[in-house]
């Protein structure tokens, strides 16, 4: 009995070794070049998302304005690469201006802006099977056009051909509806299970951000068919 019990001690040792870890790049532009390119609350918003996140055990990198800049957002990926193994799940997140085909980093009136196509090209060099993206910026829809691959699993703010919203009293529509249905205010988990699926919390995100906007803006979803039932937060465990 007693070596049987030393070799399910092992083994459970060996599953908690080997258990999903999550890491996190959150990132987030207020201060722009010019005062009339500035933006209110979203640097706030990245900070309350991560918090978030950090709460439910993940690992967080977070890059507000000056820091978050199109080098540093690489680079801080290629660090978070390096921790990674392949059963880990990343996740992507910005909050700030952008335009079709890419997002506007803190040095982009520099002339460099973060392509979707080159913030992909750095994701598939990560050796892990789940990317979870949320950006919250204007024309974000057009982020979808650049994905490769199964592992994605996008959550944008608006289409390819709409601007998103940000109020001075709470921030970014999306923003605001996408902490809300993580933290399963308002009925996200619609079958009362306690985990919040893919689909759960865009359904919740799409009804709400449009039921706010007056259905000016509609987010939009990228995602792998066999990743729809994917559990985001499991508020069944103390931390996922």
């Known amino acids: 009995m007693k070596k049987i019990a030393l070799l399910l001690l092992a083994f459970s040792l060996s599953l908690g ?5 999550t890491y996190m790049l ?18 706030k918003d990245a900070k309350t998302l991560a ?20 080098d ?23 909050n700030g201006h952008g335009t079709e085909g890419a997002l506007y980093t803190n040095d982009a009136g520099n002339n ?15 050796n892990c099977q789940n990317v979870t993206i949320f950006i919250n910026a204007c024309f974000s829809g057009s982020a979808t056009k650049s994905i490769k691959g199964s592992k994605y699993v996008l959550f944008l ?28 205010i308002g009925g996200s988990d619609s079958n009362g299970d ?6 759960e919390l865009f359904e919740y995100i799409r009804k709400d951000v449009m039921n706010h906007s007056d259905s000016n803006q509609h987010p939009t979803l990228g995602v792998n068919k066999a990743n729809r039932d994917m559990v985001v937060v499991d508020w069944n465990k103390k931390k996922d």
């Open 17 to 21: 070794l080997h258990a999903q870890k």
């Open 26 to 43: 959150a990132t987030a532009v207020s201060d722009y070049k010019g005062q009339q390119n500035d933006l209110v609350q979203t640097t």
């Open 51 to 70: 918090k978030f996140f950090k709460s439910r055990g993940a690992t967080v990198t977070l890059l507000t304005s000056k820091y978050a800049t199109r």
């Open 72 to 94: 540093n957002i690489i680079y801080s990926l290629r660090k978070i690469a390096q921790k990674m193994k392949p059963e880990d799940r990343l996740i992507f997140a910005y």
């Open 112 to 126: 460099k802006p973060l392509l979707y196509s080159e913030l992909y090209r750095e994701l598939e060099k990560i």
């Open 157 to 184: 703010s608006s289409r390819e051909t709409e601007k998103s919203a940000v109020t001075n009293w709470y921030g970014g529509m999306f923003s605001r509806s996408l902490l809300k249905g993580l933290q399963n």
């Open 194 to 199: 306690k985990k919040i699926t893919v689909m």
